[in-house]
């Protein structure tokens, strides 16, 4: 190690000079002070750049903490029983783990995660993090997913859960009730409110939430406070994309209500973060380059003295250059090895310690244990303005697990303790139970009128009740909306136009409704004109925090590009991922904000539930209600784009999220009965699903609703039959199932198989394969568990139980999605699909590659009338020939 004098001597300058520009530096702060001494090395810095000399760019600070001790100010709490309540929730968490284990050595839990964010944690439980009461919206606070056993642990001490749930901690199906292995609202509607276990989407949803609630304000649908978002991660958590995706977001719209909190105990589950280099100070450039608030809490107060002593900075310095790897080290060695790894490289440092015995040096405090420090940092996040915070802390992973944990790399799954570790566990935290009780690992909570539990509730009623806690507080809304949907139900009068037109229309129409006109979200990751939405940016204005401090160059056009303070669109740019962390927030306002937001996040079919269907899954967790819609959908209907765009999987992608009802409807009218009935059920009813809804860019004439009341619960059903055959008569039959655009193809076909071939066929709208395959198996799972009542029958197979004929089906989707019925249809089901990778080229072209269009169809309609011997291969022969259909064509599948 070279001191700073060292360095200037080398570079030729006398360092007495360096000391008087130090002492001048120094004087203007005091006397002038912080903004004065700021401006002054702005002014050097310009001057230098001018002349040549420009410092090189460094994004760090120095490897200390931000707020020097000065700074520190006095920590309000009672450290001495915020100590114990804090051991007592680190023996509570750690013994439901190591219980859980014992029951079933499959089932555990994670105890290390916790052991390090404890402090964290709890510095925001009793100071900081607010409630949501009648007068204040609360905060809103990400709580690291895989240290839930600590969030648990808190929630006992403070009689929200009892000892028989935290006993049931990962066995859920317990009959007197679990807990969730991690934080799933879902699961735990009254206690989680948001998931965080799948990395990175909760500190791309903890951005886009501070977003929203702004959104909110800016747009005066809820009061402005100073509610904070706050969102704790791991340091491991940061290598996910999203986790610093969207960080300059968050800088530049001034989000100063969001605080990150990264947990850097600089290991992950593996190894360490970054052994060969050091994450605090890759993500402080990271953030500080994205414009960021900063503040690193690396030491606790034990080496506040080392550091006065270190005039030289040579300590600093040596900190400075350790790698992680070595630091992890230093947590699991001796004093000698820490006197002799950190001060021995210097005499001057060695001297610095030489009265400091090695236990103390062993045991020396790093910054995220400490209360006073992470304290410090809390408040001085809160009080902070004009840009988002993050809150890098050092902490030791498995802190306090000695030498079963502590520091080490297995410590992430770790689960089993002896009862030596346990002895020791219990004796350095003072845990009061005996020696005999340990083998048991009971779980201890102090009388109710104990000093703690007294100051935790104390504390907690100070800052407006329990977290986390979910309730939902929105109203339901009460109007039916008829009127808005009612012109879409009358066709288009033979104006041809696309199913994406016809929803933009009646988007236009909520948005001018004078009860959900204002709640309605409109999201798109920068595709609005590619739906034909841009007619939206004059009527309701895209939202910007700024307002517009331009002209824009269209603005002499009637759709021109309106950003407004209190615009309503959400243009995201490009990050679906983004747009769908909106979604999220919008789509669970009604408990966060107990306001109905109705989000339309309209997407680029290919790049939703393809690309982001993590959040899509998270937000389903999370009871979000909404709408999806994917655009520009389907594998034939979206053409000349080709492999990477023309979606023909989001259907079967959609089957798996349990409250995610999938539409694929080809009429206006069809897209108005879902709308209508999404709205009714989610915010009049307060059903905690949402909609995904294909819509297409095809155009053509929307034809009027059929009369009758089975059309209306046909299409939300999943299918119904929308052309009858006019032909009687005929013994040849068929039904043929249609969906989206392809439905015309089936409407062509009939035609084909009618005129030329003497078959009659009824076509059907199937609106969604989804919904039909989970009432045929919901059915089929009452009649097993019912086995001598009446069986039940599925409504797909109550819709063709008279329904004569050979069955086909066409899908712009893979095959498997007509399948999915094949075992509740009378008979044999033909399906026709997409399967393989798109290609660009017209839609003719495309159906035909695919074998979609009404000539396969009808082809497949004629095969299955020959398998049941009704015509004579002959008759399909010629059928080929006079379609014109390839026999040896490629196979959409294989190449
Ligand atoms: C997307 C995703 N990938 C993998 C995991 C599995 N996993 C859970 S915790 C963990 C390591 C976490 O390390 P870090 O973020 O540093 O948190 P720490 O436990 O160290 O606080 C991993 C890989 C996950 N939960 N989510
Ligand atoms: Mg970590």
């Given at each position: 190690m070279t001191d700073n004098s060292g360095v200037a001597r080398v570079m030729g300058i006398d360092p007495q000079e360096i000391q008087e520009w130090i002492e001048s530096f120094d004087a203007v702060l005091k006397e002038e002070g912080q903004e004065a001494a700021t401006v002054l090395l702005d002014r050097l810095r310009s001057r230098a750049q001018k002349l040549g000399a420009g410092p090189a760019f460094?994004?760090?600070?120095?490897?200390?903490?931000?707020?020097?001790?000065?700074?520190?100010?006095?920590?309000?709490?009672?450290?001495?029983?915020?100590?114990?309540?804090?051991?007592?929730?680190?023996?509570?968490?750690?013994?439901?783990?190591?219980?859980?284990?014992?029951?079933?050595?499959?089932?555990?839990?994670?105890?290390?995660?916790?052991?390090?964010?404890?402090?964290?944690?709890?510095?925001?439980?009793?100071?900081?993090?607010?409630?949501?009461?009648?007068?204040?919206?609360?905060?809103?606070?990400?709580?690291?997913?895989?240290?839930?056993?600590?969030?648990?642990?808190?929630?006992?001490?403070?009689?929200?859960?009892?000892?028989?749930?935290?006993?049931?901690?990962?066995?859920?199906?317990?009959?007197?009730?679990?807990?969730?292995?991690?934080?799933h609202p879902w699961l735990m509607p009254d206690f989680w409110e948001y998931p965080t276990v799948s990395m990175g989407l909760s500190p791309l949803m903890a951005i886009y939430q501070a977003r929203f609630n702004r959104y909110l304000e800016d747009r005066a649908i809820k009061p402005k406070t100073n509610a904070k978002v706050w969102a704790f991660l791991g340091d491991g958590e940061?290598?996910?994309?999203?986790?610093?995706?969207?960080?300059?977001?968050?800088?530049?719209?001034?989000?100063?209500?969001?605080?990150?909190?990264?947990?850097?105990?600089?290991?992950?589950?593996?190894?360490?973060?970054?052994g060969n280099g050091k994450i605090v100070q890759e993500l402080e450039a990271a953030f500080r380059g994205a414009g960021w608030n900063v503040i690193k809490v690396l030491w606790g107060s034990d080496w506040d003295p080392l550091f006065e002593r270190d005039v030289d900075g040579l300590l600093v310095k040596g900190l400075g250059e350790m790698v992680d790897g070595e630091a992890q080290k230093l947590v699991v060695e001796s004093g000698a090895y820490v006197r002799q790894h950190v001060f021995g490289t210097d005499p001057r440092l060695l001297k610095m310690v030489e009265n400091v015995p090695d236990e103390a040096l062993r045991t020396l405090r790093v910054g995220g244990h400490d209360p006073r420090k992470v304290y410090a940092a809390y408040k001085s996040a809160v009080e902070h303005t004009g840009s988002p915070t993050v809150v890098l802390a050092r902490t030791i992973k498995g802190y306090g697990l000695g030498e079963s944990g502590e520091g080490r790399n297995i410590t992430h799954q770790q689960k089993k303790l002896n009862e030596e570790e346990l002895r020791e566990f219990r004796s350095r935290f003072g845990i009061p139970i005996n020696d005999e009780q340990l083998a048991d690992t009971p779980f201890y909570r102090p009388s109710e009128d104990s000093r703690e539990i007294q100051y935790l509730r104390a504390r907690r009623q100070e800052l407006g009740g329990y977290v986390p806690s979910r309730k939902v507080r929105s109203k339901p809304l009460v109007a039916d909306h008829d009127a808005l949907f009612r012109e879409f139900l009358t066709g288009s009068d033979g104006r041809e136009v696309s199913t994406t037109m016809a929803f933009v229309g009646m988007l236009r129409q909520m948005l001018r409704d004078p009860e959900i006109g204002k709640l309605v979200v409109p999201i798109v990751p920068d595709e609005a004109r590619t739906f034909g939405m841009e007619s939206l940016f004059r009527q309701v204005g895209i939202y910007s925090s700024r307002g517009q401090l331009y002209e824009p160059v269209d603005q002499h056009t009637l759709l021109?590009?309106?950003?407004?303070?209190?615009?309503?669109?959400?243009?995201?740019?490009?990050?679906?991922?983004?747009?769908?962390?909106?979604?999220?927030?919008?789509?669970?306002?009604?408990?966060?904000?107990?306001?109905?937001?109705?989000?339309?996040?309209?997407?680029?079919?290919?790049?939703?539930?393809?690309?982001?269907?993590?959040?899509?899954?998270?937000?389903?967790?999370?009871?979000?209600?909404?709408?999806?819609?994917?655009?520009?959908?389907?594998?034939?209907?979206?053409?000349?784009?080709?492999?990477?765009?023309?979606?023909?999987?989001?259907?079967?992608?959609?089957?798996?999220?349990?409250?995610?009802?999938?539409?694929?409807?080809?009429?206006?009218?069809?897209?108005?009965?879902?709308?209508?009935?999404?709205?009714?059920?989610?915010?009049?009813?307060?059903?905690?699903?949402?909609?995904?809804?294909?819509?297409?860019?095809?155009?053509?004439?929307?034809?009027?609703?059929?009369?009758?009341?089975?059309?209306?619960?046909?299409?939300?059903?999943?299918?119904?039959?929308?052309?009858?055959?006019?032909?009687?008569?005929?013994?040849?039959?068929?039904?043929?199932?249609?969906?989206?655009?392809?439905?015309?193809?089936?409407?062509?076909?009939?035609?084909?198989?009618?005129?030329?071939?003497?078959?009659?066929?009824?076509?059907?709208?199937?609106?969604?394969?989804?919904?039909?395959?989970?009432?045929?198996?919901?059915?089929?799972?009452?009649?097993?568990?019912?086995?001598?009542?009446?069986?039940?029958?599925?409504?797909?197979?109550?819709?063709?139980?008279?329904?004569?004929?050979?069955?086909?089906?066409?899908?712009?989707?893979?095959?498997?999605?007509?399948?999915?019925?094949?075992?509740?249809?009378?008979?044999?089901?033909?399906?026709?699909?997409?399967?393989?990778?798109?290609?660009?080229?017209?839609?003719?072209?495309?159906?035909?590659?695919?074998?979609?269009?009404?000539?396969?169809?009808?082809?497949?309609?004629?095969?299955?009338?020959?398998?049941?011997?009704?015509?004579?291969?002959?008759?399909?022969?010629?059928?080929?020939?006079?379609?014109?259909?390839?026999?040896?064509?490629?196979?959409?599948?294989?190449?």
């Open positions: 460094t994004a760090n600070t120095p490897y200390v903490n931000t707020i020097p001790v000065e700074k520190q100010g006095v920590f309000p709490g009672d450290q001495e029983i915020e100590r114990r309540i804090k051991s007592l929730i680190r023996w509570n968490a750690l013994a439901m783990v190591v219980r859980a284990n014992r029951v079933d050595h499959s089932i555990g839990g994670h105890i290390s995660t916790y052991a390090s964010a404890a402090t964290l944690f709890e510095i925001g439980f009793n100071h900081f993090f607010r409630g949501r009461t009648d007068e204040f919206e609360g905060d809103t606070v990400y709580l690291q997913g895989h240290a839930s056993p600590g969030v648990y642990s808190r929630a006992f001490l403070e009689g929200r859960l009892s000892a028989k749930q935290l006993e049931n901690f990962r066995r859920e199906l317990r009959p007197d009730g679990g807990l969730t292995s991690y934080p940061t290598d996910e994309p999203e986790t610093l995706g969207a960080i300059t977001l968050a800088s530049r719209e001034n989000l100063d209500n969001l605080i990150f909190v990264i947990n850097c105990n600089l290991q992950r589950l593996d190894g360490p973060v970054r021109y590009y309106k950003e407004a303070k209190d615009g309503q669109i959400l243009e995201e740019g490009i990050t679906e991922a983004g747009s769908m962390a909106s979604f999220i927030a919008a789509g669970s306002a009604y408990a966060t904000h107990g306001i109905n937001t109705i989000p339309f996040f309209i997407y680029y079919s290919m790049f939703g539930l393809q690309r982001i269907s993590d959040f899509i899954w998270a937000a389903a967790d999370m009871r979000c209600r909404g709408f999806l819609l994917g655009g520009t959908a389907g594998r034939t209907t979206l053409a000349g784009e080709g492999l990477q765009h023309q979606d023909g999987n989001s259907h079967i992608l959609a089957l798996p999220i349990p409250t995610l009802w999938a539409y694929d409807p080809a009429f206006a009218y069809e897209i108005a009965v879902i709308i209508q009935e999404g709205i009714r059920r989610m915010y009049k009813d307060g059903e905690s699903i949402f909609y995904y809804i294909t819509v297409m860019n095809e155009a053509y004439a929307m034809p009027s609703m059929p009369p009758g009341p089975e059309i209306r619960e046909g299409i939300l059903k999943g299918m119904y039959k929308y052309r009858a055959s006019e032909n009687k008569k005929s013994k040849l039959r068929a039904q043929i199932f249609g969906s989206g655009a392809i439905l015309r193809e089936a409407l062509k076909a009939q035609e084909l198989l009618e005129e030329k071939y003497g078959v009659a066929a009824d076509v059907w709208s199937v609106t969604s394969y989804k919904a039909l395959y989970n009432d045929g198996i919901n059915t089929e799972r009452w009649n097993l568990l019912h086995p001598a009542e009446k069986p039940r029958v599925p409504y797909v197979s109550q819709c063709l139980r008279d329904a004569p004929g050979v069955l086909v089906a066409a899908t712009d989707y893979l095959k498997a999605l007509p399948n999915l019925v094949s075992k509740w249809v009378p008979r044999r089901l033909a399906a026709l699909g997409t399967d393989g990778f798109g290609r660009s080229d017209g839609r003719e072209a495309l159906r035909n590659f695919f074998e979609v269009d009404s000539r396969f169809i009808t082809l497949a309609t004629l095969h299955e009338l020959l398998q049941d011997g009704k015509i004579e291969a002959t008759v399909v022969e010629k059928a080929i020939q006079d379609l014109g259909i390839d026999t040896e064509k490629a196979n959409p599948l294989l190449t």
